[in-house]
């Protein structure tokens, strides 16, 4: 990525900018290949999820990632570069998209901001391929129009403009002068039309038979085939009215801020939207980070049974076998990259709104080389979505749970020009097109699960989720 030393808001007016990309159509004539200009400005504090809203259109490609509770956000909408992928060569497909793309980026601005310069906006599904009719490819990644993100007080606007040989210059410019006005001063105020009926009714719809499943996962456990298998419920919400699905994020990321808040939108009118309180891979200053999150117990009442709950889990033979399953695979998978895994010897608890879970931070330095998604691949999916032995279980998953799961338990994320991003997994979520919203909750089943047991703990989820998506319609 080349990065110029030139500052937008230094010499702003529109004559400015035509004459600042004609030295980008000019680079992309010199080789005949369009370049991508990225222009980053600090602007006033905005709410990202507020101007994704303010400018959603459902035949749009968008993504949407926050930690409330740490006060970041990023959000991008309309593509100007979209590539899509799949089989088990997915990620490395992606790697040479983006290294391809940021041979012809030309920044300039407050690149060094945070959430400065050109974005990558992903979503893997849980599978490297999916089926006929699904609402999302195995990969797909794309560069937004526009982009806005908040780390702390600080808000970064990006736009990034395709330029080619033949660009119409003056159009170009006008675009970016447009939203840099509007980003100076925006009006969040939602768009017409966009509200969402308060006394909207749902009427909700089990998909598979859960019980059979977990019976069936557990004679593949007791033949020795696997050691741990998820299996997940899905539940159909119909509303009797079109679902805004920023809305309904809104609604899960306040009951859950301790989460991350999540959407990713195919341009086909399907929104995968949640609340996911696992991060699954995040790569800053050269330092990796994940985590083992596996072995649920509910919240208690009151501190005292709370308390006692979240001691039990921490005691239970079978929940700390469940979770040293998920950290000995992360530990494993990433060895053969160079990196050497640090962890804490016992897991702590992770206390969320309705669900605490054994938690084992992990970190590890990245070597010279070896790039975010290198890691991703080795890592997705985990054992805390998928099973183990992997190779065994995974393939296992479709025919016991009996549809398929698209991007739940997939790879959501981002990555900027520098080597660092973050992805979460895809659960506590939702597949929202028109009145309908899809839900899933699934529960890792190991020798000693009990099928009564294991419905119950994916019922505390989908209440979970059907509470917060009933707020984001209210």
């Keep these: 990525m080349t990065i110029l030393p030139i500052h937008p808001a230094e010499n702003a007016s529109p004559e400015a900018l035509v004459a600042f990309l004609r030295q980008c159509r000019e680079a992309a004539r010199s080789d005949g290949r369009e370049r991508l200009v990225s222009i980053s400005l600090k602007v006033g504090a905005l709410d990202p999820l507020a101007v994704l809203e303010a400018i959603f259109e459902p035949g749009e490609l968008h993504f949407y990632a926050e930690r409330p509770s740490i006060n970041t956000a990023i959000a991008g909408a309309e593509a100007v570069l979209v590539h899509e992928a799949f089989g088990p060569g997915r990620f490395a497909s992606v790697r040479r998209f983006m290294d391809d793309t940021l041979a012809r980026t030309i920044a300039v ?51 990034n403009l395709p330029v080619s040989p033949e660009s119409d210059l003056v159009q170009l410019a006008e675009r970016v002068w447009r939203a840099h006005v509007k980003f100076r001063h925006f009006d969040c105020a939602a768009p017409a039309g966009s509200e969402t009926s308060a006394h909207t009714a749902f009427r909700t719809t089990e998909v598979g038979d859960y019980r059979a499943a977990v019976k069936g996962g557990l004679a593949a456990i007791a033949t020795g085939a696997v050691k741990k298998i998820v299996l997940a419920r899905a539940q159909d919400m119909h509303a009797d009215a079109p679902l805004h699905p920023l809305r309904l994020l809104n609604g899960l990321r306040e009951r859950f801020p301790e989460c991350y808040s999540f959407s990713v939108a195919n341009g086909l009118g399907h929104s995968f939207i949640g609340a996911s309180p696992e991060r699954l891979v995040r790569v800053s200053k050269g330092v990796l980070e994940s985590e083992a999150l596996a072995g649920s117990a509910r919240r208690g009442a009151g501190a005292s049974e709370d308390a006692a ?23 494993r998978r990433l060895e053969p990259l160079g990196l050497n895994p640090q962890f804490a010897g016992v897991p702590g608890l992770c206390k969320l709104a309705n669900v605490q879970h054994l938690h084992t931070p992990v970190t590890a330095v990245m070597p010279q080389g070896v790039h975010l998604l290198d890691a991703l691949a080795q890592l997705h999916p985990t054992p805390a979505v998928g099973g183990t032995p992997r190779e065994a279980a995974v393939p296992r998953i479709r025919e016991l749970e009996g549809f398929p799961r698209g991007l739940y338990g997939g790879a959501i994320g981002w990555m900027n020009a520098r080597g660092g991003g973050e992805f979460l997994v895809g659960i506590r979520s939702a597949l929202v097109s028109g009145g309908t919203a899809r839900i899933y909750a699934g529960a890792g089943i190991v020798a000693g699960s009990d099928p009564d047991r294991e419905h119950a703990e994916t019922e505390l989820k989908f209440r979970a989720m059907r509470d917060a998506l009933l707020a984001g319609v209210t």
């Design 309 to 331: 709950l979240g001691a039990a889990l921490l005691s239970s033979e079978k929940d700390l076998r469940e979770h040293r399953h998920v950290l000995d695979s992360i530990v």
């Design 109 to 159: 601005g407050d690149v060094d901001a945070p959430f400065g310069g050109p974005h990558f906006f992903n979503a893997f599904a849980f599978l490297d391929n999916v089926e006929a009719g699904e609402a999302f490819p195995a990969a797909r990644v794309f560069v937004p129009r526009w982009q806005v993100a908040r780390a702390g007080d600080m808000t970064t606007a990006v736009a």
